[in-house]
């Protein structure tokens, strides 16, 4: 934790010039993009984009996970997806799935999660039709295909939410699917005409 916290510490001296940018971040925010990940460290999204602070308004959960929407409970993620929508005026929203997903690779693997309760209660939210693994799938430690299925279910989850069903219908917000390749950097996004997910 101690080389973060000098990192922290020297923050406002790395920033420079770059700082008095900021400051208009003081005044609020207009991000470009609602980007849904997975909690992994391994993915920083604003690493992956380039973003500067204030062009992406993040959602991360394990496994990148968006719960089927109820009208009748709150959440976090349904919190964050509204604000994002009715409040920010995304334009975009993004669901980003990686390679060596190890809340997707539990689910494909049938993983005993007893240890963690919490983990294997949320992952329960996965849907387990979409991440059915044949063998070459519960091998691959990339666990690829799985993922790329389980992006393209948490996009169809976020047509029920009704700001966004809304602004689909409106032709004021699109929704991408996206997987990462934590090995090689690449970003592939999926391609509804072909079906496949392609580099950008």
């Known amino acids: 934790m101690e080389p973060l916290i000098d990192r ?28 849904i990940t997975c909690s992994d460290s391994r993915v920083v999204p604003a690493l992956i984009t380039n973003a500067d602070p204030g062009d992406l308004f993040e959602l991360r959960t394990a496994g990148n996970i968006v719960p089927v929407y109820r009208a009748d409970g709150a959440s976090g993620e349904t ?59 519960v091998f691959d430690p990339t666990v690829a295909g799985p993922v790329q299925r389980h992006v393209l279910a948490q996009l169809d989850r976020l047509r029920g939410y009704p700001a966004v069903a809304r602004r689909l219908r409106e032709g004021r917000i699109r929704l991408r699917g996206w997987f990462y390749e934590i090995h090689t950097g690449l970003v592939l996004e999926h391609r509804p005409d072909s079906g496949l997910f392609l580099p950008l």
């Open 8 to 35: 922290a510490r020297a923050f406002p001296q790395r920033v420079g010039d770059a700082g008095r940018e900021l400051t208009g971040l003081a005044a609020g925010q207009s991000p470009q993009a609602l980007f």
């Open 79 to 137: 919190a964050t997806v509204e604000y994002a929508v009715e409040v920010l005026g995304v334009r975009d929203i993004v669901v980003c799935g990686h390679s060596h997903c190890g809340a997707v690779g539990a689910v494909v693997r049938d993983e005993d999660l007893s240890v963690v309760p919490a983990v294997r209660d949320w992952l329960r939210h996965a849907d387990p039709t979409v991440l059915r693994a044949d063998a070459a799938d």
